[in-house]
Each structure stands twice: as structure tokens, then as C-alpha cells.
């Protein structure tokens, strides 16, 4: 699936309040789900997204194809600049990541530009366990992405 080259407005869906995970208690605010939005055009069908070499017939009935990041993060970006976008988080030193110079965002966000490509890649959290739902027009055309997060105590 391509995207349009364009401008895109990232939106970002919170949840407050206690959790608990592995047995302790936290107050916290998590994000829940993280969205591209392509177009305003009304959705009017959602469908899982899958990646490149995902196979839906092996997953176990009542299963949706999951996610897993050791990092819980994801991100969206521009696929012909992946590997400028994506270096500072690939660069590290003696094991541990070194400090990236990347734009903070709200919400721990962060956005990597390429300006000689006119392209970005913002990164945003998002817990292992999650989902991607690609959100169609009537035309079929993808009007947004939505990433939801794996969240604390969520059954896989």
C-alpha cells in the first residue's frame, strides 16, 4: 500500500488512571492508540493490517495479528527515507543507545526530518501486543491508519 506524498495529521488517544502490571499498582497515563490521518473522507470499512510476509490462515481462530516491539514503540514514515530517518535509533555504543538528535514532541513523541527528501518519521509509543487497522473510504482508498497499543494487563 502507497501513501500519497503529503502532509499528515498525527493524532494520539490517551488513557489515565491505575493499572496494574505484574503485580504492581501504578497511576500513569498510556497511550492507547496512535493515528494517521490521510484523508477526512468518511471510513466505512476497517480491516487489520498485516505486514510483509504475515500469513492470516495461521493465526488461531479468534486471534488478531499482533505486533511486538522490544522497544514499545512504532512509527510512522516515509518509506523511501527509511534508512536516513530511522539512523538515530539504530545508533548505539557499547550496547546502550546514544542520545539522538531528534525533535521532542508532545506526549513522548519524536520527529526525525529529512529535509533533502522532504520526508519525516515520527515515533511514537506503542506496547507490544498491539494492532494496526487500516481505515477505507468508499472508494477503497486508505484514510487512516490507526496503531493500537498493547496496554498493561491486556491479554495477548
Known sequence: ?????????????????????FGEYFDGVECAATRLCISDDPVIV???????????????PG??????????????ADA???????APFRAFKDGSPVPRETERLP????????ESQQADLVMFTAESGGVV?????????????VVTSGMPGAKA
Open 1 to 21: 500500500m502507497r501513501i500519497p506524498p503529503g502532509v499528515y495529521r498525527v493524532e494520539i488517544a490517551w488513557t489515565a488512571g491505575p493499572y496494574e502490571f
Open 46 to 60: 476497517w480491516e487489520i493490517g498485516m505486514g510483509i510476509g504475515d500469513d492470516i490462515d495461521r493465526l488461531q
Open 63 to 76: 486471534k488478531e495479528p499482533q505486533f511486538y516491539s522490544d522497544a514499545n514503540v512504532g512509527c510512522f
Open 80 to 86: 523511501g527515507a527509511w534508512t536516513t530517518l530511522s
Open 107 to 114: 506526549g513522548w513523541c519524536e520527529r526525525v526530518r529529512d
Open 133 to 145: 487497522w487500516l481505515g477505507r473510504t468508499k472508494t477503497g482508498d486508505v484514510a487512516t491508519i
